[in-house]
């Protein structure tokens, strides 16, 4: 079986700390996750960070590593099954 926090440094190392570059269609951007992703979730719990119940600017740039960690596990290692041994495969095809 796979383990998703393996991929997770990869990931931070690609992606990088908080930026917000006006030509990144997805707006301020921290670990990977962006502010477009975040709000199109609707996650409160997952994404509200400073308690205002709005996701926003705020909420990006107070993510931690273990927050994208999360994210990441929820919405594309659990949504994507990359436990299993065929999507795996498939994943290293793309």
Do not use: H
Request: hydrophobic residues 35%.
């Amino acid at each position: 079986m796979a383990d998703y926090k393996r991929c997770i440094p990869i990931i931070i190392q690609a992606e990088g700390k908080y930026s917000n570059d006006p030509a990144d269609s997805g707006g301020p951007t921290k670990w990977g996750v962006c502010l477009t992703f975040a709000k199109d979730t609707g996650d409160l719990e997952l994404f509200d960070k400073d308690g205002n119940r709005r996701i926003d600017i705020n909420d990006i740039k107070k993510l931690s590593i273990d927050d994208a960690s999360e994210i990441f596990k929820k919405y594309f290692w659990d949504k994507f099954k990359l436990d299993e041994e065929e999507s795996n495969k498939k994943a290293l095809v793309i």
